[in-house]
Structure formats: C-alpha cells, structure tokens
C-alpha cells in the first residue's frame, strides 16, 4: 500500500526546509496529500510559541503527528517537552534545510505498519473502542507487541481488557508457541512450585508421574501471569529467578531446564505502591515491567459505550445488531460502570435477553430495578462542573459560554473538524457554527500575550 502522508509547513522561516522535504519524500514514492486525508501527518516549523502549541494540539487530535522543528535556533528543552505534550507523537530536532528523509520515512513506514496491523480482523474484530484513549493505547501495544519481544506489565481496573490485551500481544508476537495463563490468585504456597516449575515423578506423596510446570509449558511461547500483584512474598522470591535467568528446576529434580518466553503480567493493583509499602519485591517488578501499559477505564472513555454496545449486541444476535431507542441508549451512556466494560457486556446482555421481537430495544428491555434507578441529564457530574464555576465567581454569560465552546471544540474533534457534520449535530446551521469559531479563536488571540 502507497504510503501517504500530509505536511503542514507552519511558518515561514520553514518553508526553505518544507520545499526540501516535499521533493525527499515524494522522491521516495511517498504520496502527499491534503491535511487531515491521511492518519499520518508531518508538522514542520522555526520556533515553538504559543500559536504553533495550539495549531499542534489540533492538528494531532486528527492524526498521528510527527513534529520537525528546523529554526535557525535548537529548541530548548523545555520547548521539546511543550511539543510533545501538544500531542506530538515524535519530534525531530534538524538545522535548516538540513532535510534527512530517511529519519521521517523510518518512523512513518513503522506508524503505516502499526496502522495496517490495527486495522487486522485480528484487532478490529475483538478490541473496540474509537475513544482517543484507547486507540493510543491500542497503538502502543500492537507497536510494541509486533516489533519488540519486551515484557509487557498491563495495569488497569478490573473489567477494562487486560486480558484481551495480554491474548493480543501474544497474537502479534513473533514467537510461534502458545500462550500459557497462569492465574496468580489461585496459586497455592504448597502448589505453587509445582504449577511453576513441574515436578518429577516421586517429588512428594501423591506425584504419581512427572509433570510440566507453567515454565516448561511457556518455551517458545508466551507466559502470562495474571493478577501478579496477588503474589505473596514467598512465591515473588521463587519466580524471580526463573523470570531472570529463563531456567527452572522442577521440583524434585536437579538438572536446569532452559525455557525461552515473553512475559506478561496484568494486575489492577497499582504495583509502584506495592512495591513501596513493601508488599511486593522491587527487583521482580523492574523485570515484569520491561515495558508498561495502562488500560483507561470505561467513565475515562464514554465514546467507546455505543461503540461497545454494538460489538456485544452483534456477538449475540449473531447477525445485525437491533438498533437502539433513544432512551435506552440515553440510559446506557449515562450509567456508571465500575466494573468497567465487563459490566457493560453485562448490562447490554441482560437488555438482549429481555428484548423480543423485530425493531430497537425499547427502555420496557430494562429490567425493573435499573429502570427506577435510570439516570437521567443533567447528571451529578455536571452539575459539579457548574458548582465549581459558580464557586470560582463566574456568571451566566460566561458559563453558558464556555459551555458552548467545549461542546464545539469536542464535537468538531470527533468530525475530525468537519463543520459540516459537526453543525448537524449541534443543531446549527453551518454558518452558526463558523461565526462561533471565528469569535472563539479571536477571543483567543486577544487573551494570548
Ligand atoms: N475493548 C474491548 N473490546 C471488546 N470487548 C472488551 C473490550 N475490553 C473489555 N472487553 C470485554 O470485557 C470483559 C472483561 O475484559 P477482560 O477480562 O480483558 O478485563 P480485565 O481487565 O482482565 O479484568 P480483570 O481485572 O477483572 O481480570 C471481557 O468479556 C472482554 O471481552
Ligand atoms: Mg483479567
């Protein structure tokens, strides 16, 4: 697939080295193309002030940027921090003119090689979600599952995907062998050894032959440890070794045993406390967590609720998902989740088994004790939001404002800046909508120093 990309030259004093890097990538058969028409994009520029920060910060909420500073002066680091922080996914730091294709066609065949891989029924079809947060994170993990042989520390609340994340990787890794899940919290003290590292034939009353331990199992595979925070102390010291030096002997035996794996480990503990307070060893945790990921949960995503919903009604209807009524779906975004996405699968389950019949799942699929409880909008949430605002002084005009300028602003990042769409959404006509942006970018730019 023809790789293509857009560049954005944001100031003058980088048009010398725009025109240069226009021709070096076109020379290397890339295509370019109109700002937003690709999911990769190149933003080049002199200096960082504050205007190039927000046009950055826009820029990147469409697409995976990488950002080229080549001014007459490097950036300090400060600057190279603020460009990252803008969203940049990658910063190259060139004197100018002083064009190296090659830095950029590196990153950007990796970024198109993570893109198509994303876009594998291998991905799309398990893992769901549109929220940015989560196709970040996706972005991560399928990057670093596919071109490192890292071991992976996936933390997160229960019920957010470690699992799925932990198949995922061992899916995308180059090693050919299984996946061995070794559940933490159902490990014994006495058992333990036995379940990590086998035993031979005779090792202790009742090991009537020799048996294969998670160790052995793992050679040429991935191993996952699940819920490795649950470990006690004992059992942390035991797998130590056989983590770092990828040999084990089997209870009973005294030969050592090579085995070669991936490691991951998936906890809804916060492991750095664990470690601090001592209930779980530092030197085992910087071996697990060669590489770490952390999974959103669900109310730090709302986006990905109908997305979701979706994807569960299609598992179970085996076909085209019923549509929903606007009640229900009302209901299913404003709900709280603490069990994450396990129990929204459960909530859409349960709103499945009591639908019957053709057209959407009406607010009567509900079953009675949710429907009383059902919340409704304005929420709690918002109405914190606005006791915040009136507690700092702020008035009527003002709050009505700002309100409008993050319903435009999130919308017009979900359209990817379409006004059209976004216009249709809000309820405005087109015309509504560009006079608003045009007053809010000049209020901007008058409060900007
Ligand atoms: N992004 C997703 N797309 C589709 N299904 C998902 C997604 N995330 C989670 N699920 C579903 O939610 C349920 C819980 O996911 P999973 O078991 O991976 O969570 P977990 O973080 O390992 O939870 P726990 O900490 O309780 O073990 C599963 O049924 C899984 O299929
Ligand atoms: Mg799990």
Redesign the pocket.
């Known amino acids: 697939m023809a790789l293509k990309v857009w560049l954005e030259v944001m100031q003058q004093a980088a048009a010398g080295t725009g025109a240069l890097l226009g021709a070096a990538l076109q020379q290397a058969q890339l295509s370019l193309c109109g700002t937003g028409d690709a999911p990769h994009g190149i933003v080049l520029f002199a200096h960082a002030d504050t205007a190039l920060l927000q046009a950055l910060a826009i820029l990147c909420r469409q697409a995976r940027v990488l950002a080229i500073a080549a001014g007459a002066r490097p950036l300090t680091c400060t600057e190279q921090r603020a460009v990252m922080a803008a969203g940049a996914r990658d910063l190259l730091l060139w004197l100018p003119e002083a064009v190296d294709a090659g830095q950029v066609l590196a990153r950007l065949q990796r970024w198109q090689a993570v893109a198509q891989l994303l876009e594998s029924e291998a991905v799309r079809g ?4 549109h929220s940015c947060a ?1 196709r970040c994170l ?1 972005h991560d993990v399928v990057e670093m599952a596919a071109f490192s042989q890292a071991s992976v520390l ?1 933390t ?12 995922l990787i061992h899916r995308l890794s180059a090693c050919r062998g299984a996946l061995t899940v070794l559940d933490c919290t159902t490990l014994s003290p006495e058992l333990a050894g036995s379940e990590l590292f086998g035993h031979e034939r005779g090792a202790y009353t009742g090991a009537a032959g020799a048996r294969d331990g998670a160790f052995a199992l793992a050679d040429g595979g991935v191993l996952f440890l ?2 490795i925070g649950e470990l006690p102390l004992t059992m942390q010291a035991q797998l130590l070794r056989a983590i770092q030096e990828r040999k084990y002997k089997r209870i009973g035996g005294s030969t050592w045993q090579p085995t070669a794996f991936r490691l991951v480990c ?3 503990r916060v492991l750095e406390d664990e470690v601090a307070r001592g209930a779980f060893r530092a030197d085992l945790y910087y071996r697990i967590a060669g590489w770490r990921c952390q ?1 959103p949960p669900l109310r730090e995503r709302q986006d ?1 609720i109908l997305p ?1 919903t979706m ?2 009604l299609r598992e179970l209807a085996h076909a085209a998902p019923p549509a929903l009524d606007q009640a229900v779906r009302e209901y299913l975004l404003l709900r709280a989740y603490p ?4 129990e ?2 459960q909530t859409v389950t349960r709103l499945w088994q009591r639908h019957c019949g053709p057209g959407p799942i009406t607010i009567g699929a509900l079953p009675p004790e949710e429907r009383l409880a059902a919340p409704h909008w304005p929420d709690q949430q918002f109405e914190a939001a606005i006791r915040h605002a009136l507690a700092l002084g702020l008035q009527l005009p003002c709050i009505t404002r700002a309100a409008a300028e993050v319903a435009i602003r999130l919308v017009l990042d979900e359209e990817r800046g379409s006004n059209q769409r976004a216009a249709a959404r809000l309820g405005v006509t087109d015309r509504a909508l560009q006079i608003r942006r045009k007053a809010a970018a000049c209020a901007d730019k008058a409060a900007t120093p």
Do not use: M, S
């Open positions: 398990r893992l769901v979600g989560w996706l996936i997160g609340e229960t019920g957010t995907g470690k699992d799925l994340l932990a198949q699940d819920e998936a906890t809804n999974t990905d979701l994807h569960f069990g994450n996405v396990r929204l699968r």
